[in-house]
């Protein structure tokens, strides 16, 4: 896979991940289904999914050569990445306005 392909696919991905956990009811997705599923709940979710977006990161670069060691600057970059990535459905979820039937 091309350098500049990874990334894409990455940033994709972590795009995907950050919004999944404001458009589902369930608990890590394959849990039982909660009617007002808590924002602890979705936190814990946004967590995983930063995790696992990291940690697609590290293969695919670790596929493309070796792996730099990153300081806690990064983290602390991807960490604000991730959290604006999650921007739309955190809106979406909570500061839309809800049709009163």
Request: hydrophobic letters at 55%.
């Amino acid at each position: 896979m091309d350098q500049s392909a990874a990334v894409w696919l990455v940033l994709l991905v972590a795009l995907v991940a950050a919004n999944a956990p404001f458009f589902s009811e369930r608990v890590f997705f394959l849990g039982p289904r909660l009617s007002p599923k808590g924002m602890g709940w979705r936190l814990a979710e946004l967590a995983l999914m930063a995790l696992l977006s990291v940690g697609l990161g590290f293969v695919l670069e670790a596929r493309a050569g070796q792996r730099h060691p990153q300081g806690w600057e990064f983290y602390a970059a991807g960490l604000c990445l991730f959290l604006t990535l999650a921007f739309p459905g955190f809106v979406w979820r909570y500061l839309r306005r809800q049709r009163h039937a």
